[in-house]
């Protein structure tokens, strides 16, 4: 019984902070939309995108998710753009996003750096 309360203990402190690694807004160099993942020590609870360039604003919503990985849908009402999108890290500041359905491409975010504003283009 001892042993079985030990490893209870254990991996609920294992899991506490699995979720907060995703935390943050991740940018790719490919595209205008700024990715903003929130989350809690137990969970994330929103993905969306932004975009300054193009005005627009479009929600994830997750459909499953485990310590490492994120599974996602998105719908873009503006073209009817369709995709899952599956997130796990390639390391600790680099977020991997494989695509399925409209697009099959695989992006990497990096960590947009606090106190910059990442994607003011400039024409």
Known sequence: MKKLLLLIALTTTLLSNAQ???RGV????TSDYLTTILSSDYEVSKIFNVSLVKNSFINENIIYQDKDTIKTKLYNKQNGYN????YYFKNKDTLVNE???DNTDI???TRAECGE???VKEN
């Not at 991740?26 to 160099?29: G, L, N, P, Q």
């Not at 995709?83 to 599956?86: E, F, L, R, T």
């Open 20 to 22: 907060e690694q995703f």
């Open 26 to 29: 991740w940018e790719s160099e």
């Open 83 to 86: 995709v899952n999108i599956k």
């Open 99 to 101: 695509y399925s359905g």
């Open 107 to 109: 992006i990497f975010l």
């Open 117 to 119: 504003t990442p994607y």
